[in-house]
Each structure stands twice: as structure tokens, then as C-alpha cells.
T-cell receptor, first 114, second 119 residues
Framework: NAGVTQTPKFRVLKTGQSMTLLCAQD?????MYWYRQDPGMGLRLIHY???????AKGEVPDGYNVSRLKKQNFLLGLESAAPSQTSVYFC?????????????FGQGTRLTVV | AQTVTQSQPEMSVQEAETVTLSCTYD???????LFWYKQPPSRQMILVIR??????QNATENRFSVNFQKAAKSFSLKISDSQLGDAAMYFC????????????????FGQGTILTVHP
């Protein structure tokens, strides 16, 4: 059981380039999330999805787009990368059963924009 | 919008002693869930403990317990008998539980507290 898998693990982009981060979960979870982690700022929510075909903005959505065409996948896109988007990105998923099931996280993607 | 605040950027504790990490949150919702996550240097996020807002009893998981003060919107984590393996970044998190609300399912984290354990 793989859980939550993020690809790629590392990436270096030049300013202005585009890329897509893929998150895949095999737990049949309804909810999926994308976060960025920067020193001293914790995990900030970029976008999230509460089901296939739905997405919602988080705290820091500017410069990012997402899609949830399939329940098991949640894609994060950077259309024109900027140095300010250098960060560690985490994907997470959860199933909101009664009792508040916790979120399961991927291993993170370290992105550097030069 | 819900916010989560961890006012202690860093904490330290001697091995075998007790330490408490603070977390406060702001919400107008009545139905929500609170979590503490641990992030060791490996970057993997690990659930430590969870608390449902409708439960008055404080959650406990072995050496980890919480002090949940709903009226004060406070959710602190107590680590007893601290071990070297407890050294990590700790995050407090809030998830909305109001079905149909605009923030339903949104999971918000605090800034984190780095815990150092001295032998």
C-alpha cells in the first residue's frame, strides 16, 4: 500500500518555466491538499479538493493552478515559475469520516527556482 | 477564516522531563477537529494525536496528551518522559467539520515549534 506518492522528489526550474507536480493516493480518500513549507511559516495551504472534479483556494493560491480529474490524483501546476515559489511542497489526503480521520502526507517535493 | 497560532518558535526539554507546546486557534465554527503532527528531519509528517471538538475529554496517546480548552480556543500538547526521538518540528492543525460550510474539509496548520531534547 503506497499511501500518498508525490512526483518528482526534487526539481530545479528556471524563472518563467512551467511544471506540474503530481500527487497520487491509493486510499480512496475524498479530500486532497497541496501545501508549501517555508522556514518560519509552517505549512501554508495552496489549494485543496473535497472530491473529484472540485477544487478550492487555500491561503496562498496565487501563481498556482490545480486539477482533480480523477479521485486518486491531484495535480499542482506552476505556469510561470518565480524564485518566490522556491519551497518544499507537500501533498496530503484524508477521508472525513466521523471521528476526524487524519491527513496522510507525501514525502514532499523540493523545488528550486533560479 | 480559521487561523492557527503557535507562539513558541522553539522549545527545549531535558530527556525524561515534561514539556508543553502551545497552540491557539480562531474559529466561529462549532464542529471541527484538531491535530498535532510531528515532522522529524526526514520531513515525513506523522500524526501524534487528534481531538474532536465535540468531545470534552482530552485525548491521550501514551506519553502524549492534550489540554483542550474549547472556550479559550486553546489546544496544547504535553509530552511526558521526553525521549531523544521526540526531537522534531511539531505542528498544530485545525480542520473544519461543518458539512456544507464554505471551509468544509479545509486543513490549516500553525507555524510550527521546533522541539530540542537534551540528553
Amino acid at each position: 500500500n503506497a499511501g500518498v506518492t508525490q512526483t518528482p522528489k526534487f526539481r530545479v526550474l528556471k524563472t518563467g518555466q512551467s511544471m506540474t507536480l503530481l500527487c497520487a493516493q491509493d486510499m480512496n480518500h475524498e479530500y486532497m491538499y497541496w501545501y508549501r513549507q517555508d522556514p518560519g511559516m509552517g505549512l501554508r495551504l495552496i489549494h485543496y479538493s473535497v472530491g473529484e472534479g472540485t477544487t478550492a483556494k487555500g491561503e496562498v493560491p496565487d501563481g498556482y493552478n490545480v486539477s482533480r480529474l480523477k479521485k486518486q490524483n491531484f495535480l499542482l501546476g506552476l505556469e510561470s515559475a518565480a524564485p518566490s515559489q522556491t519551497s518544499v511542497y507537500f501533498c496530503a489526503s484524508s477521508y472525513p469520516r466521523a471521528g476526524g480521520t487524519e491527513a496522510f502526507f507525501g514525502q514532499g517535493t523540493r523545488l528550486t527556482v533560479v | 477564516a480559521q487561523t492557527v497560532t503557535q507562539s513558541q518558535p522553539e522549545m527545549s526539554v531535558q530527556e525524561a522531563e515534561t514539556v508543553t507546546l502551545s497552540c491557539t486557534y480562531d474559529t466561529s465554527e462549532s464542529d471541527y477537529y484538531l491535530f498535532w503532527y510531528k515532522q522529524p528531519p526526514s520531513r515525513q509528517m506523522i500524526l501524534v494525536i487528534r481531538q474532536e471538538a465535540y468531545k470534552q475529554q482530552n485525548a491521550t496517546e501514551n506519553r502524549f496528551s492534550v489540554n483542550f480548552q474549547k472556550a479559550a480556543k486553546s489546544f496544547s500538547l504535553k509530552i511526558s518522559d521526553s525521549q531523544l526521538g521526540d526531537a522534531a518540528m511539531y505542528f498544530c492543525a485545525y480542520r473544519s467539520g461543518n458539512a456544507g460550510g464554505t471551509s468544509y474539509g479545509k486543513l490549516t496548520f500553525g507555524q510550527g515549534t521546533i522541539l530540542t531534547v537534551h540528553p
